[in-house]
């Protein structure tokens, strides 16, 4: 069975102070991870895809990595609106067709303290 | 920017009743997810559809839900009768397939009904 496990559930950050969320996973094969940030009230908004180890993606302020077990979403010099849960999700490559099951972690929460 | 669309936003309803929610897919996304989030146990897929065609309903508990897309721009995740413990957020999200080559689109999460039932 497919499983993501994300760390902490829960981070604080001081505005500028750098850090890492973690995403590991075990899954038949990978064709893709990808992370989601998710705003209180709101669905879940696409952030990056990675799809081999070694691969990363980079968005302002934040990086995404992957090896073969695990993904970090760095981020950087945090400001106050980086604040928001961030979810992992796997697309397992052992699929019958048309499987397009994506498993999500239960996410890291993060708050940035100005 | 597209959107997916879901109605209501909020539901309050009694043990019981029916409760009926809506998804607007993105215009020419032919896959349709519907994910389902408590604090718990985070977002568990329910049911999805490619071109309106049921794929996989395997995580809905079948005696009391249903879902169908009778059309394109048209998705629907029925309870009946509902439960306390389908007190949750459910998600609408929709996108091209996953999965088959570089830059292939992403979901596209709408923004949940929350479900209360007393």
């Known amino acids: 069975e497919d499983q993501v496990t994300q760390s902490p559930e829960a981070l604080r950050l001081q505005e500028g102070e750098s850090s890492s969320l973690n995403c590991s996973y075990t899954v038949s094969g990978l064709r893709g991870l990808f992370w989601y940030r998710q705003d209180p009230g709101k669905g879940p908004e696409f952030l990056f895809t990675?799809?081999?180890a070694g691969e990363e993606k980079e968005k302002e302020r934040l990086k995404a990595t992957l090896t073969k077990k695990e993904s970090f979403l760095h981020i950087t010099a945090p400001k106050p609106e980086d604040s928001a849960t961030y979810l992992c999700?796997?697309?397992?490559?052992?699929?019958?067709?048309?499987?397009?099951?994506?498993?999500f972690g239960t996410g890291t929460r993060l708050t940035i303290i100005p | 920017d597209a959107r997916v669309t879901q109605t209501p936003r909020h539901k309050v309803t009694e043990m019981g009743q029916e409760v009926t929610m809506r998804c607007q897919p993105i215009l020419g996304h032919n896959t349709v997810f519907w994910y389902r989030q408590t604090m718990m146990q985070g977002l568990e897929l329910l049911a999805y559809f490619r071109n309106r065609a049921p794929l996989d309903d395997s995580g809905m508990p079948k005696d009391r839900f249903s879902a169908e897309m009778p059309d394109a721009t048209l998705a629907t995740l029925k309870i009946q009768p509902s439960e306390p413990r389908d007190s949750a957020v459910y998600f609408c999200?929709?996108?091209?397939?996953?999965?088959?080559?570089?830059?292939?689109?992403?979901?596209?999460f709408g923004n949940g009904t929350r479900l209360t039932v007393t």
């Open positions: 990675l799809y081999s």
């Open positions: 999700a796997v697309l397992p490559g052992i699929s019958n067709f048309g499987n397009e099951k994506l498993t």
């Open positions: 999200a929709s996108g091209s397939p996953l999965g088959q080559g570089a830059g292939n689109s992403p979901l596209h």
